[in-house]
């Protein structure tokens, strides 16, 4: 899984592995992130997703071997 | 059509050879650039992070619905990332088509939706602290001044 | 602020660099090219006459007046006179402000006001003919093919 | 007195030297100007004025010394 920006700073990490097994959402996922990153939680409420580079939902089933990205509010420009 | 993430300095010279075109009478070029202040704040330098093959991907999608929707002849979409000083281009549009009005539509259309839609991110690093800005004109997430950390 | 009237290829780079500020997070550039047609016609190439030093003073007045209208922190207008070829600009314009929106509108208001008041004119030379161009959108006074004459 | 573009093209010349006298006007001179160049009639409706890089109307007095220009339709950008 893949961190950027105040989320990569908050993990302290920009790159977390972790086995998706089937039948795992984004949320269900993102729920295991937490367990292991519980400073990241004040971050959800603002948080986007995307799986293989697609912004995707929290109820979106990720593939096995997909990159699952968390995308903070994005400020490029 | 050039479209580019990339931690190198911006070549506008580039973006509008790779966004002309013969038919072309009006190209417009917009260049976000580093501002030495915003919302009240001196601003010493940003710094960009980006998810650089998604970025692209978005960009070029932005591209491509530009290109359809204000019948451009081409375009070039860049961004920069990394550490970038005042005056730099963080972000280059080159647009080029038949005529101006439709320049300007839709150079500020791709602006706005790159804003939007493009995973990038930049922080803001003041005197006393910095911080990651958190949507288009948010202040972002204030952290511990520099010298408290 | 750059104002210039020159037989010489403009620099995109230069205007950009006079119209650059610190405080600017914008600068948008607007470039008129020689496009390849013209109301259905094949454009050869554009021969510019102007008049010089009452194209720059004029350049000048609509200048300060965009810096005053949009918030500008500086701007550069330059308009080439002579031939010029396919794809070559004819008239740059970059303006820097504090925000997008403005640089664009700037940029647009500038290339409209100048298109009416600067004492500039352009021939159309075709395979077959050529043609003053008399106001911004007319086919302008036709003349006998080359040929002919 | 300055000629441009069309203008000049019709005149065969793009500067004409003609004396202005006291009480002289944009369109006194001008009817001087079309004595020499009768080809020129056809341009007068759309024709703009300039005395001294200024645009002036046709009412307008010239100084003595002043530089006046016919400005055609201007088509550049």
Not at chain 1, 4 to 16: E, H, K, L, Q, W
Not at chain 2, 30 to 52: S, T
Not at chain 2, 72 to 101: F, M, N, P, Y
């Amino acid at each position: 899984m893949l961190l950027f920006a105040s989320v990569a700073d908050r993990a302290g990490t920009r790159r977390v592995e972790l086995p998706y097994v089937a039948g795992d959402t984004v949320a269900s996922i993102r729920a295991r992130l937490l367990e292991r990153f519980p400073q990241l939680a004040a971050a959800v409420p603002t948080l986007m997703y995307a799986i293989n580079e697609e912004y995707a939902r929290e109820s979106d089933p990720v593939p096995a071997g997909a990159t699952l990205a968390m995308i903070p509010p994005v400020s490029g420009g | 059509m050039l479209i580019r993430v990339t931690p190198d300095e911006l070549d506008t010279a580039e973006a509008i050879q790779a966004a002309g075109s013969p038919a072309a009478g009006a190209i417009n070029v917009f260049l976000g650039v580093v501002r030495d202040n915003n919302l009240g704040r001196r601003v010493q330098y940003l710094e960009y992070d980006a998810y650089p093959s998604m970025a692209e991907k978005v960009m070029r999608e932005l591209a491509v619905e530009a290109k359809e929707r204000f019948a451009l002849e081409d375009c070039a979409v860049l961004h920069r990332t990394g550490r970038l000083e005042i005056g730099e281009a963080s972000l280059l549009i080159a647009v080029s088509c038949g005529h101006r009005a439709a320049s300007f539509e839709a150079g500020h259309w791709l602006v706005n939706e790159i804003k939007k839609k493009v995973p990038v991110w930049k922080k803001e690093v003041w005197e006393d602290g910095e911080a990651w800005v958190e949507g288009p004109e948010s202040l972002g997430i204030q952290q511990a001044p520099a010298s408290m950390r």
